[in-house]
């Protein structure tokens, strides 16, 4: 059984150097990334979005050319175990889920991914083994279009001005402040902190 250009094995190696653990999450979120990749016209280009903030935007990472420093991957907290690949100036392309409903007879990956049973009560190894066997078949696919708002948004390219509050460069296109310093990011305050303490 492959990942990609990987085989398990390999998959599983490449998962503990880059992400820390082998977590299921990634055993899973490696299918998930090679059932959309399946189902994507060969030889576009595409982005990225997961909707977890969770393992899977590691498994992106992984498998795809899309990486969070260069932009083709959005991370959304959503809190859904979900992924995105789509037609980056369509929007067209799918999206792909652990379907709850397909998690009957596999119960280590329903206690593991509902949560039933506490990480100490679980099987590691069981759920290693039931995540591998099931492969794709615990996933939903659909096929999605990504709003042309989100697919034109990314960083704003364009004149870079010096904020009035905090001093810093930011996009002009933003506002008169930088978006830390306006307050529609109030839990960004590191700066604050580290300014006050200077
Ligand atoms: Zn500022």
Same mark, same amino acid.
Do not use: C, S
């Given at each position: 059984m492959n990942i990609g250009p990987y085989s398990l094995e390999d998959y599983m190696h490449l998962v503990k150097s880059f992400h820390g653990s082998v977590a299921p999450g990634l055993i899973v979120g490696g299918f998930m990334v090679e059932a959309a990749k399946g189902e994507l016209p060969p030889g576009i280009l595409y982005d990225a979005i997961t909707? !977890?903030?969770?393992c899977l935007p590691d498994a992106v990472q992984l498998l795809t050319p899309c990486t969070v420093g260069n932009g083709w991957l959005r991370v959304l907290d959503? +809190?859904?175990?979900a992924l995105c690949l789509y @037609?980056? !100036? !369509? +929007?067209r392309g799918v999206r792909v889920f652990v379907d709850p &409903?397909?998690?009957? &007879?596999r119960p280590a990956v329903r206690d593991w991914f509902l949560r039933l049973k506490a990480k100490r009560d679980q099987d590691p190894v069981r759920l290693r083994d039931e995540i591998i066997a099931a492969g794709t078949d615990i996933l939903g696919v659909r096929p999605v279009v990504v709003a042309r708002s989100f697919i034109a948004g990314g960083r704003k390219k364009g004149p870079i001005t010096l904020c009035p509050a905090c001093g810093e460069a930011y996009? =002009? =296109? @933003? &506002?008169?402040?930088c978006l830390a310093c306006d307050g529609?990011? +109030?839990? $960004? $305050?590191i700066c604050d902190l580290v300014r006050k303490r200077e």
């Open positions: 909707e !977890t903030v969770v959503l +809190g859904r175990f @037609d980056k !100036t !369509t +929007g &409903g397909k998690l009957d &007879g996009p =002009a =296109a @933003d &506002g008169p402040r529609n990011y +109030g839990d $960004i $305050i």
